[in-house]
Antibody, heavy 119, light 107 residues
Framework: EVQVVESGGGLVQPGGSLRLSCAISGFTFSSYEMTWVRQAPGKGLEWVSY????????YYADSVKGRFTITRDNAKNSLFLQMNSLRAEDTAVYYC????????????WGQGTMVTVSS | DIQMTQSPSSLSASVGDRVTFICRASQDINSWLAWYQQKPGKAPKLLIYSASTLQSGVPSRFSGSRSGTDFTLTISSLQPEDFATYYCQQAKTFPVTFGGGTRVEIK
């Protein structure tokens, strides 16, 4: 069974850091590009970051560029999002998602992990 | 960045109704568009990609089409499980961008 399970969310103070993890099973992780997408409470979806299958190419939304870093460990079937200098506006559910082979469409999603930035 | 504008932001409909959602891209994205369904407290689900290709396992009452930079998602006969929020997404260039969503409520 294909599974994507996020972890690492929680409550953090403004300016703090958090590292999200995504554990993958049921498919050949190293063959797929991956993304992080977030959703603030009561709001729509916002793409956050992309990483190529090898991990050599990454992209970020302007809102997180310079503060967030996406990485992956293909040997451990894991995806990560290091989040530094967190702000209140980063409060959201963060989803890890697999990109389809045929395009940048998220075809497998995790259940999400909640990040709350508040003092 | 490419802006995606969805209309309406919400609609009320009854089971069995034919419903149509509109998504307009601010520039040409060819057919690099997807539609997602999201229910409260759940992750989004991919319904249609490349503007009109049905994702595996998605019922055939869902269909998508394109006319220039305007995209349409149609549900031919609304079912109880279809009450949700629907998002479009352009996948032509980074940053990938989503529309604001259309919420479908029970009339």
């Amino acid at each position: 069974e294909v599974q994507v399970v996020e972890s690492g969310g929680g409550l953090v103070q403004p300016g703090g850091s958090l590292r999200l993890s995504c554990a993958i099973s049921g498919f050949t992780f190293s063959s797929y590009e991956m993304t992080w997408v977030r959703q603030a409470p009561g709001k729509g979806l916002e793409w956050v970051s992309y990483i190529s299958s090898s991990g050599t190419t990454t992209y970020y939304a302007d809102s997180v560029k310079g503060r967030f870093t996406i990485t992956r460990d293909n040997a451990k079937n894991s995806l990560f999002l290091q989040m530094n200098s967190l702000r209140a506006e980063d409060t959201a559910v963060y989803y890890c998602a697999r990109l389809q082979v045929s395009g940048w469409y998220e075809d497998v999603w995790g259940q999400g992990t909640m990040v709350t930035v508040s003092s | 960045d490419i802006q995606m504008t969805q209309s309406p932001s919400s609609l009320s409909a009854s089971v069995g109704d034919r419903v149509t959602f509109i998504c307009r891209a601010s520039q040409d994205i060819n057919s690099w568009l997807a539609w997602y369904q999201q229910k409260p407290g759940k992750a989004p689900k991919l319904l249609i990609y490349s503007a009109s290709t049905l994702q595996s396992g998605v019922p055939s009452r869902f269909s998508g089409s394109r006319s220039g930079t305007d995209f349409t998602l149609t549900i031919s006969s609304l079912q109880p499980e279809d009450f949700a929020t629907y998002y479009c997404q352009q996948a032509k260039t980074f940053p990938v961008t989503f529309g604001g969503g259309t919420r479908v409520e029970i009339k």
